[in-house]
């Protein structure tokens, strides 16, 4: 094996402060996610902790970051609004031109008045796997290997409000990833997602 390099003393500095902010953020959350205001923290100030951190990499007070970062299945994720706040207080404009229960366009213009749209309809959805279907053996709704809801309940519901907002992640993925810094997932569709097996987990979780 070739001799290891020496450690950039530029990369020390970086890990020192993370290290530093992780303290001063547990710090934060231990005082928060001790009562109500928590919310899904409660009691996991470490978890606090880190959701604090992600926040203020994409622009979130501590406190917002606490009620906006979801944590799900071991990924932090934001909702598909938060992503459209963002960018609108940086001056992106994000609209739905269109909307009902079975199709929802979304248009969004950038700083420099490109144009991004994306469409989401029922049918799209399905063949996404985001929207439960029957087993014609059972005449369930079909479950994954832990037998759990093949899709999200809310495509049932609210199908324009799950259109939506995947048609608005879509959009603000595009058009301002430095934005968001490569979130992969919106918290709606990582509750859409088949999360199956152990392996299918981590392959997933590889994948985005």
């Not at 450690?7 to 500095?13: E, I, K, Q």
């Not at 959701?51 to 909702?79: C, D, F, K, N, T």
């Not at 259109?163 to 569709?189: F, H, N």
């Given at each position: 094996?070739?001799?290891?390099?020496?450690?950039?003393?530029?990369?020390?500095?970086?890990?020192?402060?993370?290290?530093?902010?992780?303290?001063?953020?547990?710090?934060?959350?231990?005082?928060?996610?001790?009562?109500?205001?928590?919310?899904?923290?409660?009691?996991?100030?470490?978890?606090?902790?880190?959701?604090?951190?992600?926040?203020?990499?994409?622009?979130?007070?501590?406190?917002?970051?606490?009620?906006?970062?979801?944590?799900?299945?071991?990924?932090?994720?934001?909702?598909?609004?938060?992503?459209?706040?963002?960018?609108?207080?940086?001056?992106?404009?994000?609209?739905?031109?269109?909307?009902?229960?079975?199709?929802?366009?979304?248009?969004?213009?950038?700083?420099?008045?490109?144009?991004?749209?994306?469409?989401?309809?029922?049918?799209?959805?399905?063949?996404?796997?985001?929207?439960?279907?029957?087993?014609?053996?059972?005449?369930?709704?079909?479950?994954?290997?832990?037998?759990?809801?093949?899709g999200n309940e809310k495509y049932l519901t609210d199908p324009q409000a799950m259109l939506k907002a995947k048609a608005q992640a879509e959009v603000c993925r595009d058009m301002a990833p430095d934005v968001l810094l490569g979130i992969s997932y919106s918290s709606e569709e990582?509750?859409?997602?088949?999360?199956?097996?152990?392996?299918?987990?981590?392959?997933?979780?590889?994948?985005?």
């Amino acid at each position: 094996l070739p001799a290891a390099r020496p450690m950039h003393s530029g990369a020390m500095a970086v890990l020192r402060q993370n290290a530093e902010a992780m303290d001063i953020a547990y710090h934060f959350a231990k005082g928060v996610c001790g009562g109500e205001l928590g919310g899904r923290f409660r009691g996991k100030p470490g978890d606090g902790a880190a959701a604090i951190l992600y926040g203020l990499e994409i622009g979130l007070s501590p406190s917002a970051a606490l009620q906006r970062v979801v944590v799900i299945h071991g990924m932090p994720s934001i909702e598909a609004r938060t992503m459209v706040a963002l960018l609108q207080s940086r001056g992106y404009k994000v609209r739905a031109t269109a909307q009902s229960d079975e199709s929802v366009t979304v248009q969004g213009i950038d700083l420099e008045g490109d144009v991004y749209e994306s469409t989401w309809t029922i049918e799209r959805a399905v063949r996404a796997g985001y929207v439960p279907t029957i087993d014609e053996r059972t005449g369930k709704y079909k479950t994954n290997d832990r037998g759990k809801l093949i899709g999200n309940e809310k495509y049932l519901t609210d199908p324009q409000a799950m259109l939506k907002a995947k048609a608005q992640a879509e959009v603000c993925r595009d058009m301002a990833p430095d934005v968001l810094l490569g979130i992969s997932y919106s918290s709606e569709e990582l509750l859409s997602e088949n999360w199956g097996s152990a392996a299918t987990m981590a392959q997933q979780q590889v994948q985005a």
